[in-house]
C-alpha cells in the first residue's frame, strides 16, 4: 500500500491542496476558495473537505495511506505549538490551527508560515535543490522569504525571522503597510514595478505602453515595462533597469549577512529568467562584500513556482 502525504498551500485567494509522494511529486492537486473573511472555522472546514475530496478523487484512503497533513498558511506562525499567533490577512489572533484540523481529519497536521514552507520546497526539490544553506526570496503582492539553514527552515526565537520585504532600503521612504517607510518590498515586489510603470505612463502620455494595455491602466502589471523594453522602448527599459538595482540593494544585504550557497528567486515576475536576474547579478557583483571570493552566491531562478508551497507543507514532517 502506497504512502503519501499532503501539502496544503493556504492563501488568501484560493486554498491549494496536492497529494505528494515520497520523491516530491505531486500526484494531484485540487483548489477552491478561501472566501475571506469568515470565521476560522469555516477555513478550517474546507482545508478538511478539500484534502478529503482530493483523497476520494485518487481512490486513496486518508485514514490508512495519508502519513500526514501540511499546512503553509500566511501569518506569524508557532511551528513547533502548531500556532498561527497573527494572520493580518486573516484577522486571526492565537489560531490552534494544527490542534483543529487535527479533530476534522484523521491524521497529524502540521504548520508552516507559507512563505517558509515554499522555501522548503524548492529546497527540497527546485531551485535550491542541494544546497543545505539557501534563501528563498518570492517577489509577489509583497516579498516573501525563507531561510534554509543546514536543511532545516530558519525562523528565529519567536518564528518571525527572515522577513527580508521589510528590511528599510530607503530611510523614509515609501509607507509600507507594516508600519516602517521604504521597505525593500515597497521597491522591489512586482506590485511596486506596476505601481510604478502606472506612475511613468501617467508621465508620459505619449509612451508606447499605453498601446500594450490598450489605453487602461487597470491593465497594467509587472510584465508591462518588459514587454516594451523587449519592443525597443526607453521608458520601459528604464523601469526595468530600476527595478533590478532595487531586487540588487536588498539581495546585496541578504548576502553579506547570511552568504548563503543560493539566493533562489521566485514569483510571476522571476519567469522574465535571465532578462531579470542577469541585471541583478551584475549590480549585486559591483556590491557584494565578498565579491572577491572564488566562492560566491549563486542567484537562481526557482523551478517549482505555485507547487513550492504545496511541496513543502507536504514534508513538513519528514
Known amino acids: ?27 494531484d492537486k485540487m483548489s477552491c476558495k478561501t472566501n475571506l473573511p ?6 478550517e472546514a474546507s482545508i478538511a473537505e478539500l484534502c478529503r475530496q482530493l483523497c ?47 479533530k476534522l481529519l484523521p491524521c497529524k497536521v502540521y504548520i508552516e508560515n507559507d512563505a517558509n514552507a515554499a522555501a522548503y520546497g524548492e529546497y527540497l526539490a527546485g531551485g535550491a535543490k542541494g544546497s543545505p544553506f539557501a534563501i528563498i526570496i518570492t517577489l509577489g503582492t509583497g516579498i516573501g522569504s525563507g531561510i534554509i539553514i543546514d536543511g532545516k527552515i530558519f525562523t528565529g526565537f519567536v518564528s518571525a525571522g527572515g522577513e527580508f520585504g521589510h528590511t528599510v532600503i530607503e530611510i523614509d521612504g515609501r509607507p509600507c503597510m507594516c508600519g516602517r517607510n521604504g521597505c525593500w518590498e515597497k521597491y522591489a515586489s ?60 536588498g539581495l546585496t544585504d541578504v548576502i553579506n549577512i547570511f552568504q548563503p550557497d543560493v539566493i533562489c528567486i521566485g514569483g510571476g ?26 566562492k560566491r552566491t549563486r542567484i537562481v531562478p526557482a523551478k517549482l513556482f505555485n507547487d513550492a508551497g504545496i511541496v513543502g507543507a507536504a514534508y513538513l514532517g519528514k
Not at 222 to 242: E, I, K, N, S, W
Open 1 to 27: 500500500m502506497n504512502k503519501y502525504t499532503i501539502g496544503v498551500d493556504l492563501g488568501g485567494t484560493n486554498i491549494a491542496a496536492g497529494i505528494v509522494d515520497e520523491n516530491y511529486n505531486i500526484v
Open 38 to 43: 469568515r470565521p476560522a472555522q469555516e477555513v
Open 56 to 102: 476520494e478523487k485518487n481512490n486513496i484512503d486518508i485514514e490508512t495511506q495519508i502519513e500526514y497533513v501540511g499546512i503553509g498558511t500566511p501569518g506569524n506562525v508557532n511551528a513547533k505549538a502548531g500556532v498561527v499567533d497573527f494572520s493580518a490577512n486573516f484577522s486571526y489572533h492565537n489560531w490552534q490551527l494544527a490542534a483543529n484540523m487535527e
Open 190 to 249: 512586482a506590485r511596486a514595478l506596476t505601481e510604478d510603470t502606472c506612475t511613468a505612463m501617467e508621465q508620459h502620455k505619449d509612451n508606447m505602453m499605453w498601446q500594450l494595455v490598450d489605453g487602461d491602466l487597470s491593465k497594467v502589471n509587472a510584465r508591462t515595462a518588459f514587454d516594451a523594453m523587449r519592443a525597443g522602448d526607453a521608458l520601459g527599459a528604464q523601469l526595468v533597469d530600476t527595478f533590478a538595482k532595487y531586487i540588487a540593494c
Open 269 to 294: 515576475v522571476s519567469k522574465e529568467g535571465e532578462t531579470l536576474l542577469a541585471p541583478i547579478r551584475k549590480y549585486v557583483d559591483k556590491e557584494d562584500f565578498a565579491r572577491d571570493n572564488e
